[in-house]
């Protein structure tokens, strides 16, 4: 009997960005008794269902762009006998799908770090729930990913996630649905370790997959001192704090390291938040701009974000502390007109970010947009979807010209960079834009074939020498080790020792 973690994806690279994590630290959460899992990413390659016998278990994650692909997955496995469980934000928001579209014998919603191990119990003893509430687990309870289990050859970027959970409630996004709006913190120092083992097996590109990096701004201080609530004000304080200990520990690892994450534009506020970032060596944050004017933020329930001039200002102060921005904006948006690409364009350009991504408005379900849009059925009430896609299409082309993308090159530091940085910005380009929004079938296969080479020229300029003597950090209190914390009893994986300091030979 095997167990079999799939990551479903219609799109097989060969050799993909950034690790899914889920996969590892699932694996993290499998009982031994079981073995270790057996890891597919199919956004390397397919899955063979052969590999799939009569009474494996068949663990399949799902967002929503992939839960189609994840489906068919399942019936394929349930179909050869196999014990199929869902999980993944989607699963979350909808179970009962799953278990009918996908043909599922149970659900695991929220965090599987433990209903996991619950669930693969269950299926040995041939008495599965239907659903299984993983809820949302504290902090300290987040696994560790199993490393080991990785082909370090096939990722470019590793991920590592130290905090989840944002305290917002933007009208497009889920992440205050599932991961709900405290934010949960992992302890430093397995993060620090995880990091460690990831650059011993030569990764030096590490991307923190959070999803809020500054959970705790200037107003939110403010508010809690203003209203004397001093229980408040000294939670948000211990979690800033907290977050300031990571940065100075990530700050003594070597330092190559390049890590990159996602905040909100409020950091701008903090020059001592961003410092603490480039000392740590986390040289670049994806930040939700979504609109470049009032009404638009108005109309994604981010009106504390900052427009038109601020807007430019706040971005700059980022590069001015020295962290790049990668700025995500939205088109689509009801408030939205023709001249709203140009004018988007050109703040993205004068607000210098580093990257820049540019999403077509999609209700993803479980967001309060989907269930404006469910009820209305309501399209743009000025351009057809049509128009948009071609005008979206348009400011990617304007964005990441070769011209514009040299002059932005300058920012590295010398040649080699300066080329990968060239080549991760096409790469970029035609993966999210070229795959994602084209959608006639020959520009898709050309797009594909572009973005497999160039993801394999990119993975060569990525890769670090490994440092496989790496010293970690030895911690005063005493951490469980990795792959360790997941059950009583203490079983250490292999491959996955726990810390010592190494001789220097
Ligand atoms: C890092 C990240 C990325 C990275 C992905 C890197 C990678 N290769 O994994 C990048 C930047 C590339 C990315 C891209 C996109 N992302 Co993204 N991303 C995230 C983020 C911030 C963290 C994901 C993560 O790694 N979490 C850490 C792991 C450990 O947590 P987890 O996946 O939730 O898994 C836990 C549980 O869900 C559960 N679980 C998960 N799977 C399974 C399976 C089983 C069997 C079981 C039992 C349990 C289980 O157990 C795990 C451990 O507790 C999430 C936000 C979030 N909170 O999920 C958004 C998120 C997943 N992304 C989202 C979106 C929309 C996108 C994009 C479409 C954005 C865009 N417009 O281009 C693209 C799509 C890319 C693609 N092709 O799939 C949405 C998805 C919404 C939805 N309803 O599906 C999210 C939720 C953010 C949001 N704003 O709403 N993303
Ligand atoms: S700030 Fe980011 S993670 Fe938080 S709710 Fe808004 S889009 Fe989601």
């Given at each position: 009997m095997s167990v079999h973690l799939v990551n479903p994806?219609?799109?097989?690279?060969?050799?993909?960005?950034?690790?899914?994590?889920w996969l590892f630290v699932l694996a993290a959460a499998t009982p031994p008794e079981v073995g270790d899992p057996i890891l597919v990413d199919e956004s390397l390659e397919q899955i063979n269902p052969e590999s799939i016998q009569a009474g494996d278990i068949v663990g399949i994650s799902v967002h929503t762009g992939n839960a189609l692909r994840g489906y068919q997955v399942g019936r394929m496995a349930r179909a050869r006998g196999a014990w199929v469980v869902y999980g993944g934000i989607h699963a979350t928001l909808f179970p009962e799908e799953a278990l009918e579209r996908g043909e599922g014998h149970a659900v695991v919603k929220g965090d599987g770090d433990i209903a996991w191990g619950r669930a693969v119990r269950d299926c040995l003893a041939g008495k599965l729930d239907k659903v299984y509430e993983g809820g949302r687990i504290e902090g300290s309870q987040f696994l560790a990913a199993r490393w080991d289990l990785m082909d370090p050859a096939k990722y470019m970027w590793a991920s590592v996630q130290t905090i989840r959970g944002c305290p917002k409630h933007c009208s497009f996004c889920s992440v205050w649905r599932t991961d709900g709006q405290k934010p949960r913190q992992r302890k430093f120092q397995s993060v620090i370790d995880e990091i460690v083992t990831l650059r011993r097996l030569g990764f030096r590109f590490i991307a923190l997959a959070d999803d809020n990096f500054y959970p705790v701004t200037f107003t939110d201080l403010r508010l809690a001192r203003e209203q004397g609530n001093t229980a408040k004000l000294e939670e948000l304080t211990s979690i800033r704090n907290e977050r300031l200990q990571l940065m100075d520990e990530l700050a003594?690892?070597?330092?190559d390291m390049v890590f990159f994450t996602q905040m909100t534009?409020?950091?701008?506020?903090d020059g001592s938040y961003l410092d603490a970032m480039r000392k740590a060596n986390i040289k670049g944050a994806l930040v939700g701009v979504e609109a470049v004017t009032p009404e638009g933020l108005k109309a994604v329930f981010k009106d504390w974000n900052y427009s038109g001039e601020a807007l430019a200002k706040q971005l700059q102060t980022f590069k001015k502390h020295g962290v790049h921005v990668l700025g995500s904006f939205i088109f689509g948006?009801?408030?939205?007109?023709?001249?709203t690409f140009d004018a988007t364009v050109a703040m993205a350009m004068k607000a210098g970010v580093t990257f820049a991504q540019f999403v077509m408005m999609t209700p993803f379900p479980g967001t309060v947009d989907f269930n404006r849009w469910e009820k209305e059925q309501s399209t743009h009430p000025t351009m057809s979807s049509d128009e948009i896609r071609e005008r979206t299409q348009k400011v990617w082309d304007t964005f990441y010209t070769w011209g514009a993308i040299w002059k932005r090159s300058a920012?590295?530091?010398n040649l080699k960079s300066r080329v990968a940085f060239m080549f991760l910005s096409k790469l970029y380009r035609q993966m999210y834009a070229g795959t994602g929004i084209s959608t006639d079938s020959a520009r898709r296969k050309k797009s594909k074939a572009w973005a497999k080479w160039t993801a394999k020229q990119c993975k060569k300029l990525f890769q670090a020498h490994p440092m496989p003597d790496l010293a970690g950090p030895v911690w005063e209190v005493g951490i469980p080790a990795l792959g360790q914390q997941a059950f009583a009893g203490g079983d250490i994986h292999a491959?996955?020792?726990?810390?010592v300091v190494l001789p220097k030979n």
């Open positions: 994806s219609d799109n097989s690279f060969g050799t993909a960005v950034i690790t899914p994590r003594k690892l070597p330092k534009m409020e950091a701008g506020e948006l009801p408030t939205d007109k023709p001249a920012c590295t530091p491959g996955a020792a726990p810390f």
